[in-house]
């Protein structure tokens, strides 16, 4: 019984990969076609044009606008960002400093793992690395 059922299933098979060789044969050219196309080089802009052009994201910085009692004139000074951490040695706004070296108007005072300490003659501030809020403690 079973041959009965698997000579049949076996010939319509057969029959049928036989019949689809032409449609076969013309998706095989295609995809060469196609192959060929990808494979051709590609010519794209020139790394010196690639250099030249600006970063497309923008970095905004925060500017704090402070009045002086004495002149009564405003100046702008730009907040605390501390990136890096490295020893005794810290990244501020792009710049490199060490214990005891002043960034805008306040020492180094304290450098720890995550954080600093800045202090001048009224405030101490503590900045942690990758923050945006300075905590001021007033002596």
Known sequence: MKKLIIIPVLALNMLANGTHIQDKEALIAEYKKMFQKISQKRIGIE??????????????????????????????????????????????????????????????????DNFVWLRNRKFRKKIFIGSKNEKISIK
């Open 47 to 112: 790394e010196s044009k690639i250099d030249r052009l600006k970063a497309p994201f923008v970095e905004v910085k925060k500017e704090i606008k402070k009045i002086d009692p004495k002149s009564g004139k405003s100046t702008y000074e730009e907040p605390f960002d501390l990136q890096a951490v490295f020893g005794n040695k810290v990244k501020m706004n792009g710049h490199w400093y060490k214990l005891g070296d002043s960034v805008n108007g306040m020492k180094i005072i304290s450098v720890n």
